[in-house]
Each structure stands twice: as structure tokens, then as C-alpha cells.
């Protein structure tokens, strides 16, 4: 369940969109630009890399991105629905789909892809029967998680370890949903898997969700992926399984958790180490988030999280890693759209994985990480056009 849980959600429509022919207005624009600086109080190490992160992998100045999406849920008057997001900037680099902008050869933090990605693009359409069959087919982002690939939907500027390494970012496929009356929705498709536009193997993967949102406040996500990730691998199926609690009755406040769990048959990066008998692998993990709103220009948001994995396949560790991370994030909007984002993170590990450093000059015997913690300052400043 990807919420749009940003600490300024859009208000009424404008008065542009109330000019617009009657079939155009349900049509919702979203764009932003974001730009980041992110300093390392750990002292980072590899140039200047803070190791397990995701977006703000680098430490320095970033132009995280530029963002355009149109989007319409189909309706009854109007039955028929479209979604694209197009972006632009190094966050694009991390979201790329394979078959998209990245080949089997290209690994993570992509620095040779294209700063281009197509984010999202997808038609839907109503079925009338009963209270609303939706059929959707395309590229979408993931129902797992809580946090957003776009930034300002998010209460915290960093992602989480639970977005990173967790689960996927977005699916290709077909999908249907039914929602029920009193807030149910059920769904399910077939995709090509975890961030794969053109599939690595010819067998696909289920996913779906089971959704409620009370009219208390409260609302509730089982999200599911399962099937086989590895390349030319039909076999050695991938599950994941991902909870989202949240509450929003409180005045002024928003409170989530996540729970996720993963295991994967005979897991790639572990079959290659060619050092263990066991090569299936396990993670699992939480997150606790909160914000409050202490007047219509600020926010403050709080997120605690743990991710285990157990078997290091995720993280590329090859052992057992067990992460902490708390992040504190100061939300201050100063004019309109234009916002400036402060925050303050604490990382900790049960093994060093932080703050890694080359063994010789001409770097011939890699790395060697020195540190059990990361700390990191940040300062994000985003303009949100509509």
C-alpha cells in the first residue's frame, strides 16, 4: 500500500482544473523538483559513499529529481483511467526497471544509466459489475510498502530500510481489484516481477493485496509478491509479504507501522559466494513512523526501524546483518508549493558495514568498512507545482 502520505497533501482542486471540461477534471497532475545535500558525519569512506542507502547513497550536493505524472481512476461516469509518471534526476537511476533503462549487465547505483525513467505507465478501466471491478494493465508502482518513490508523498525525506531492500519498487503486468462496500478492496495479477519491465525468465509472479479503510481513521494492507526473480531461473520462488497499519483520526497526526517478511529458494548472490551448503535466504523487518503537524507550514516526522537479514543475500553482507535506523525529519513549507525538508539519521549495525575504506591507494585489495554506525545531515529543499 503506497500511501500518499506527504506532510502537505493537496487541497481542493484549483481553479485551472475547475475550467477544464467536465471529463478532464478527475485527471490529477502532481510535479515537483527536489534537490538534496546530504553530509556524512561518520566521515564516509569510497569517496564519499554511505553505504546501505538508497537515494541518498552519495554523500554532497544531488539534484534528486523532476517529477511529472497524470493520473485518473477510472469511474462510472467515466469508466475508462490512465496513469503515467515521468521523471528525471539520480533518484530515476535507482528506480530503473530491467528491459527499462537497465540491462542484466548493470548493477546498482546504476551511474551509467540514464538519468530518465519511466516511472509509471499504465491504462485501467471499470467493469460494471457489482459495486466496481477495476482491470489495470502496464507498469505500476508496487503495492508492497508504506514509503513512496516520490518524494514529497513521503513523511520522511530518506527511504527506509524497508523500502530498500525489502521489496520492489514497481511490477509490469496486469491486475485487477474489487472493491467492496464498507471500505474493502481485494486484487490481484500476474507480473513479470520485482522491477523487471522485460522478464528475466518465462515464468511470472502473483501479486495482490487486501485492503480495508474504516471510516475511524483507520486503515489496513496485506500485500503480496510471489515467484521466481532469477535470471533464466523458473525455479527458486521469491516470497514476499508486507502489512501496513495506519491511523489518522488523531488531530494533527499520522501514525503507520509496517511489518515485512521475505524468503527466497536457492538465492542467486548466495549460490555464487560458493561457501555455503544453505544458499536460501530470509529477511524480514519494521518500521514505525509518526508526524505531526504543529501548524499548516511544519511538521516533524519520526520513523524507528529494524531489518534483519538473515542470511545477508539482500544486503550483500553474506551473513547475518541486523540493521537499526532512527530518522528525524523537520518539514517547513515557506512559500506555496516550495518546501524545505531537515533531517537528522542515525544508522547502527551488529557488524561493520559503515564507513568503508580502500586497503591501498590503487584500491587492489577492495574495501574494508570500519564502522558500526552512520550518521547523516540532511537538507532537501523541494517545489511542488501542483
Known amino acids: 500500500m503506497r500511501t500518499a502520505a506527504g506532510p502537505f497533501s493537496a487541497g481542493p482542486p484549483e481553479a485551472w482544473q475547475q475550467r477544464l471540461p467536465e471529463w478532464a477534471r478527475d485527471i490529477r497532475p502532481f510535479a515537483y523538483v527536489e534537490s538534496s545535500y546530504v553530509f556524512n558525519a561518520t566521515g564516509a569512506g569510497r569517496g564519499g559513499t554511505n553505504e546501505l542507502r538508497l537515494y541518498d547513497y552519495d554523500e554532497g550536493f544531488t539534484f534528486n529529481a523532476a517529477s511529472f505524472s497524470l493520473k485518473r481512476d477510472p469511474s462510472e461516469p467515466h469508466p475508462f483511467g490512465f496513469g503515467v509518471t515521468l521523471t528525471a534526476g539520480l533518484d530515476s537511476q535507482k528506480n530503473h526497471s530491467l528491459g527499462m533503462f537497465r540491462g542484466r549487465n548493470d548493477q546498482f547505483p546504476f551511474r551509467n544509466t540514464s538519468k530518465f525513467d519511466v516511472l509509471e505507465a499504465y491504462v485501467s478501466a471499470r467493469v460494471p459489475l457489482g459495486s466496481g471491478l477495476t482491470v489495470s494493465g502496464g507498469k505500476f508502482v508496487s503495492l508492497l510498502g508504506y514509503e513512496n518513490p516520490e518524494g514529497p508523498l513521503n513523511l520522511n525525506w530518506s527511504r527506509g530500510y524497508l523500502y530498500t531492500y525489502a521489496g520492489p519498487t514497481t511490477?509490469?503486468?496486469?491486475?485487477?481489484?474489487?472493491?467492496?462496500?464498507?471500505?474493502?478492496?481485494?486484487?490481484?495479477?500476474?507480473?513479470?516481477?520485482?522491477?523487471?519491465?522485460?522478464?528475466?525468465?518465462?515464468?511470472?509472479?502473483?501479486?495482490?493485496?487486501?485492503?480495508?479503510?474504516?471510516?475511524?481513521?483507520?486503515?489496513?494492507?496485506?500485500?503480496?509478491?510471489?515467484?521466481?526473480?532469477?535470471?533464466?531461473?523458473?525455479?527458486?520462488?521469491?516470497?514476499?509479504?508486507?502489512?501496513?497499519?495506519?491511523?489518522?483520526?488523531?488531530?494533527?497526526?499520522?501514525?503507520?507501522?509496517?511489518?515485512?517478511?521475505?524468503?527466497?529458494?536457492?538465492?542467486?548472490?548466495?549460490?555464487?559466494?560458493?561457501?555455503?551448503?544453505?544458499?536460501?535466504?530470509?529477511?524480514?523487518?519494521?518500521?514505525?513512523?509518526?508526524?505531526?503537524?504543529?501548524?499548516?507550514?511544519?511538521?516533524?516526522?519520526?520513523?524507528?526501524?529494524?531489518?534483519?537479514?538473515?542470511?545477508?543475500?539482500?544486503?550483500?553482507?553474506?551473513?547475518?546483518?541486523?540493521?537499526?535506523?532512527?530518522?528525524?525529519?523537520?518539514?517547513?513549507?515557506?512559500?506555496?508549493?516550495?518546501?524545505?525538508?531537515?533531517?537528522?539519521?542515525?544508522?547502527?549495525?551488529?557488524?561493520?558495514?559503515?564507513?568503508?575504506?580502500?586497503?591501498?591507494?590503487?584500491?587492489?585489495?577492495?574495501?574494508?568498512?570500519?564502522?558500526?554506525?552512520?550518521?547523516?545531515?540532511?537538507?532537501?529543499?523541494?517545489?511542488?507545482?501542483?
Do not use: C
Open 171 to 386: 511490477v509490469t503486468g496486469g491486475f485487477a481489484s474489487y472493491t467492496f462496500l464498507g471500505g474493502l478492496t481485494v486484487g490481484a495479477g500476474l507480473v513479470t516481477g520485482s522491477d523487471t519491465t522485460a522478464d528475466n525468465n518465462s515464468t511470472p509472479s502473483v501479486t495482490g493485496e487486501v485492503a480495508v479503510e474504516l471510516p475511524n481513521g483507520f486503515s489496513a494492507a496485506l500485500g503480496w509478491l510471489a515467484g521466481p526473480e532469477q535470471d533464466r531461473q523458473d525455479g527458486n520462488l521469491r516470497y514476499v509479504l508486507d502489512l501496513v497499519l495506519s491511523y489518522t483520526r488523531l488531530e494533527h497526526t499520522t501514525l503507520a507501522l509496517e511489518a515485512t517478511y521475505g524468503y527466497e529458494e536457492k538465492e542467486a548472490f548466495l549460490r555464487s559466494l560458493g561457501t555455503r551448503r544453505n544458499t536460501n535466504a530470509s529477511w524480514w523487518g519494521w518500521a514505525l513512523h509518526g508526524a505531526y503537524d504543529w501548524t499548516a507550514k511544519i511538521r516533524t516526522a519520526l520513523r524507528q526501524e529494524y531489518f534483519q537479514d538473515t542470511d545477508g543475500a539482500r544486503t550483500g553482507f553474506g551473513g547475518m546483518l541486523r540493521l537499526w535506523s532512527t530518522t528525524l525529519t523537520a518539514d517547513y513549507r515557506v512559500w506555496k508549493g516550495l518546501e524545505v525538508r531537515l533531517e537528522y539519521r542515525h544508522d547502527a549495525a551488529d557488524e561493520q558495514v559503515f564507513k568503508a575504506r580502500t586497503s591501498r591507494p590503487d584500491q587492489s585489495l577492495g574495501v574494508t568498512p570500519q564502522s558500526k554506525t552512520l550518521d547523516t545531515l540532511s537538507i532537501a529543499l523541494t517545489y511542488v507545482f501542483f
